[in-house]
């Protein structure tokens, strides 16, 4: 991935120019037109894949991102409803599995494609789509994000979700508990995690990534000291038997949730001692500050860079930088 070395920029800021905004500036230059179009999720086209959980869940995969199917006696919740393109196999998987039941309630954990394109299909079957206020938001605008380099259009309004909230809560369905937590400003500022107490399954959607690096999509409101409280919040919920569905990936415990935390905290700390030393992103990268966990987790040059731009509007809450 080129990037233009700005290694001496911050020495020849321009008369008039504070030292962090021109810092700041050169480090936008070097990444601007770099970062590739990171694609979060799974392969749409896939054959869809069934496993259960326990007391009626299934996670169906293969339909963009992971979805959280939870039966009660007469209706059916989706947490996160695929991609437009799989959402009729989707329906027809449900059909198979339970016949006669109907989705009565879908929430959008978050905004991007992966997870709400099967919205239209969902809300012409009948289901409520439940979700925070910003998610339908950003549904609803017509944006560009820079790290993609691409412009996402508003969403009709049958896509739209049709009941919002601002923090946190509890629904009823079928005699099911289902408990909603707003983890704010973490992977976008919309997320939600849903839990079931009843089965203690909990839906965590892009707020765990498995195997890989997560995404702080700072464009809409993510960074990674947000990331790094939601996840301790996630940690209050689970005990040891929780099995959590992520996104992508096979569904996990509450160790994965420790070793993110592990990952989220260290890179924090790292990232606001490179804004400290005036280090940009060629040099923050260099220092290797996630090198324990590449073994596990992978390339980390995309998440890398997310966290320092992201980590630009949150330098007070880093401190010691301003």
Known sequence: MPTRDCTNSAARA??????????????SAALAG??????AGQDA??????????DGLLVLSGAGANILCAASSDSLMLVDGGSREAAPRVLERLAERWPGRKVD????????????????????????????????LWLGADFFVEWEGRRHAARPARALPTKTYYT?????????????????????????AVFLPDAN????????????????????????????????????????????????????GRAALEDQLELCTAVRERVA???????????????????????ARGDPLEFLALVYEGAWAHVRELGGII
């Open 14 to 27: 321009p008369r008039g120019l504070s030292r962090r905004r021109w810092l700041k500036a050169a480090a």
């Open 105 to 136: 309630l879908l929430f959008n954990t978050n905004w991007r494609e992966e997870h709400t394109g099967g919205n239209e299909t969902f809300a012409a079957a009948g289901a409520a789509i439940m979700a925070h206020e910003n998610t339908k």
């Open 201 to 252: 399954v909990l839906a965590a959607s892009d707020l765990l990534a498995i195997g890989a690096y997560p995404i702080v999509d700072y464009a809409t409101g993510g960074w990674i000291g947000g990331l790094e409280e939601a996840t301790r919040a996630l940690l209050a919920i689970v005990d040891a038997e929780t099995r959590i569905v992520p996104a992508a990936g096979p569904a996990s």
């Open 45 to 54: 086209s896939a054959p869809l894949a069934a496993a259960d959980l326990r």
């Open 168 to 192: 946190s809560g509890a629904d009823v369905l079928g005699g099911r508990k289902v408990d909603y937590h707003h983890l704010p400003r973490a992977h976008t500022d919309g997320d939600t």
């Open 34 to 39: 770099a970062l590739p179009r990171i694609a």
């Open 273 to 295: 001692d490179a804004f400290r030393r005036g280090m940009n992103f060629t040099d923050f990268a260099a220092s290797e500050p996630t090198r324990e966990f590449d073994a």
